[in-house]
């Protein structure tokens, strides 16, 4: 069964430009989450989509959001982006029931210069 | 309070000994219970899940969880250099708070 597949796996960007990050789950599974992580933070949730549905979402600003098609594919995108955006960000792929294992892909990481 | 805590470590150890990580967590509803282990440069990857009092045998690892206490605890035993990295300890929340919660992690360090 293949993995948690995320795209593009870098990506440098400016100031003030938007992003737009892809994750493909585990065959099967209806739930992806979104993660930021920088040094010293630590794992920060930003979302969680379950059924194209948002069914939970974390502290942060509304220039982050995001989407679930109906193939359970999910999009972040991050609009206006600003220097402290620069981050590994993590997708993670769960059944979406009540044992919750999830499965993170390699992740991408932005470079906001 | 944090929600889950770890302690940052580093945890240094020798080889072949027994590493013990530990994690409390705050909420005391919390039904589900990770381990993740993150190699530096690497997305985390699950490697323990306990659901219930006691412990969890795989392989070298022993996953120990005590609700009363709110303690849940990785024992790796015959530890590798190999299992140099950082280790995420995660808490599936309850009520309206039914996320992962994650703790800093701790890390650590197997000497040859």
């Known amino acids: 069964k293949a993995g948690v597949t995320q795209t593009p796996r870098y990506l440098i960007k400016t100031r003030g430009q938007q992003v737009t990050l892809s994750c493909s789950p585990i065959?099967?599974?209806?739930?992806v989450s979104w993660y930021q992580q920088t040094p010293g933070q630590g794992l920060q949730f930003l979302f969680e989509y379950f059924s194209e549905t948002q069914r939970n979402k974390g502290n942060f600003p509304g220039r982050f959001s995001g989407r679930q098609f109906s193939n359970s594919r999910s999009e972040m995108n991050v609009s206006t982006l600003e220097l402290g955006d620069s981050a590994l960000y993590l997708c993670?792929?769960?059944?979406?029931?009540?044992?919750?294992?999830?499965?993170f892909g390699p992740g991408t990481r932005l470079t906001v210069t | 309070q944090k929600e889950v805590e770890q302690n940052s470590g580093p945890l240094s150890v020798p080889e072949g000994a027994i590493a013990s990580l530990n994690c409390t967590y705050s909420d005391r509803v919390s039904q589900s219970f990770f381990w993740y282990r993150q190699y530096s440069g690497k997305s985390p990857e699950l490697i323990m899940s306990?659901?219930s009092n006691g412990d969890k045998e795989d392989g070298r690892f022993t996953a120990q969880l005590n609700k009363a206490s709110q303690y849940v605890s990785l024992l790796i035993r015959d530890s590798q250099p190999s299992d140099s990295a950082t280790y995420l300890c995660a808490v599936y929340g309850a009520g309206n708070n039914r996320k992962l919660i994650w703790g800093l992690g701790t890390s650590l360090a197997v000497n040859p």
């Open positions: 993670a792929s769960s059944s979406g029931t009540a044992a919750y294992e999830q499965y």
């Open positions: 306990i659901y």
């Open positions: 065959s099967g599974h209806r739930s």
